[in-house]
């Protein structure tokens, strides 16, 4: 599975788990419109390191925090050799 | 209350024959302590010591606390774990003069203690050996904290106070405890073996689970003690049913309604009660309704002289059970002004029911709002799939924590994990705060243990 697509499929979970509706997903989705507040995105990302076996965001303090969801995708991406 | 020391207590009558200290590999008859001696006749060089009671089996450890008790001005329960690097600093911190010890494979000589005396259960008479009137300190390790563990000064008074004799002392009580006695929950169960007439099992840590319950069965133990833990590791071997006790009690940890259930089930015939005690407070109350948390009458009155407040959240004792001072370090005050000693177990009132939620210091912050791991625990602990769970903080880079779970099926669960883990979720959401619900379950074969026989919680 692509990166963009665990993403996207653990994200339609996490919404469906905590009774969130979300917005169809794009890569131009901004994050912060899709319907998922904070405490979602704490989930998702501990979700997808359950899954993948890191978490980019702890893995380096500086890595920003992404704007839409191709932005996530990226940081994924980006941190996935390096974790590999 | 005139002081009465431990000994003393051999010589009252008690109904239905003899009694025993059982330990793995031997049993002493307490008759044969009332005019005998473990100590090898340096019993009277012990008078007025300041003594580390440094044993490896518990058995002898109880003889010679039970012998030094009104005779050494100070003794030190150190348990079987007991880190050896802190014993300098213990022996200078306590001013020890004198180590009982029953372990030549240590060399205890480069401690630079000047007495050495050897205990052993072999007891031999010694008619001089008469109970000394002396107010001993017995000093405790608290237990749970990292580093060199904090001493607490008791004395017999303070760790008998919620223990009342009855008029009947029944010989035909076997005590049993999961516990090290050197700990504050086992010392209980010693000295009630002492005070109310019967005989006592010892644990061993050495020793594996299934020949222990073994052992419980052969002795016959009717009034056995342990931990939540403890007791999830006995729902788990075959060899459980080796005994029948008639009454099962559970401290030292939260107590959820699973584990009460699950010893009720496994014996039926038992009373399961469960307790509060701290080796600082002391027993604040014991709930005997076999439902978890506790009625809000208790609190007000726990019917054994104690005085019980929940104020900030957490439990405060005031009571004659009350540790006075911890030792060395200014021997600062356990107490506040007021009197109370605060036990820092949080605890929440819901239906005229008071129910434990966790420790003050292991509060796990997500997003700016505050989780209790065990309260979490207690509702992933209610699927009937599960064993026994564990919840602790992982780093998060949106809300700084969130809380993940670790858990342990049960035997014999046909596992479809990605449902399993779907339906604690589910039980989460239902039961508790949206922040409160684990971010993660993971399915894991065990968890560790603390020599104290609780949950291991590196991450506090």
């Not at chain 2, 329960?77 to 007991?82: E, K």
């Not at chain 2, 911890?326 to 000693?341: E, K, N, S, T």
Request: hydrophobic share 45%; net charge negative; glycine share 8%.
């Amino acid at each position: 599975m692509t990166m963009k697509l665990t993403i996207m499929s653990e994200m339609q979970r996490v919404a469906e788990e905590q009774h969130k509706s979300l917005a169809p997903l794009s890569e131009d989705l901004v994050l912060l419109d899709s319907g998922f507040d904070s405490l979602c995105f704490a989930v998702l990302v501990a979700r997808l390191e359950d899954k993948l076996g890191f978490d980019p965001f702890t893995i380096a303090d500086d890595t920003s925090l992404p704007l839409t969801i191709g932005d996530l995708v990226r940081v994924y991406e980006n941190a996935a050799p390096a974790a590999a | 209350m005139p002081h009465r020391p431990l000994r003393d207590w051999l010589n009252e009558p008690a109904n239905g024959g003899e009694r025993f200290l059982h330990g793995r590999s031997a049993s002493v008859a307490l008759a044969d302590l009332r005019d005998g001696s473990s100590l090898g006749g340096d019993l009277a060089a012990l008078d007025g010591a300041c003594v580390l009671v440094l044993t490896r089996d518990q058995l002898t450890a109880a003889l010679a606390l039970i012998e030094l008790d009104g005779v050494a001005r100070r003794m030190i329960l150190c348990p079987a774990d007991f880190a050896r690097e802190h014993l300098p600093v213990v022996i200078a911190k306590a001013g020890v003069d004198a180590i009982v010890t029953d372990d030549d494979t240590h060399d205890l000589h480069t401690l630079g203690v000047p007495l050495h005396v050897t205990c052993t259960p072999a007891i031999a008479p010694d008619a001089a050996t008469q109970p000394g009137s002396r107010q001993t300190e017995w000093i405790l390790f608290t237990s749970g904290t990292t580093g060199i563990p904090k001493m607490v000064v008791h004395t017999v008074e303070s760790l008998t106070s919620a223990i009342k004799p009855g008029p009947r002392r029944d010989a035909r009580i076997v005590w049993a405890t999961f516990y090290d006695i050197r700990r504050y929950g086992g010392l209980q169960i010693l000295l009630r073996a002492v005070l109310d007439g019967g005989s006592l099992v010892l644990s061993d840590a050495a020793e594996p689970l299934a020949e222990h319950l073994a052992r419980l069965g052969a002795l016959g133990a009717t009034h056995v003690t342990g931990t939540p833990s403890h007791w999830r590791r006995v729902l788990m071997r075959p060899e459980a049913h080796a005994m029948a006790p008639g009454y099962v009690r559970l401290s030292g940890e939260i107590a959820d309604q699973a584990v009460l259930d699950n010893l009720h089930a496994l014996y039926p015939q038992a009373r399961v009660v469960h307790a509060f005690a701290s080796t600082e407070a002391g027993v604040g109350f014991e709930v005997a309704d076999a439902r978890e948390g506790v009625p809000a009458g208790t609190i007000d009155d726990p019917g054994n002289g104690a005085k019980l407040k929940v104020e900030d959240g957490s439990l405060r004792i005031s009571s004659p059970g009350n540790a006075s001072r911890y030792l060395g370090d200014g021997d600062l005050p356990l107490a506040a002004p007021d009197g109370f000693v605060d036990t820092n177990d949080m605890m929440e009132l819901r239906d005229g029911r008071y129910y434990f939620v966790g420790r003050r210091g292991r509060i796990v912050n997500v997003g700016g709002l505050k989780v209790h791991p065990e309260e979490v625990e207690a509702i992933i602990n209610r699927h009937p799939a599960v064993r026994v769970s564990l919840v602790h903080p992982r780093r998060n880079a949106i809300t700084g924590s969130v809380v993940v779970a670790d858990v342990v099926l049960r035997e014999h669960v046909d596992a479809d994990a990605e449902g399993l883990r779907r339906e604690i979720v589910e039980l989460c959401i239902g039961q508790l705060a949206r922040h409160k619900v684990p971010a993660s379950v993971r399915f894991v074969p065990s968890l560790a243990f603390s020599a104290s026989g609780k949950l291991a919680r590196h991450y506090a």
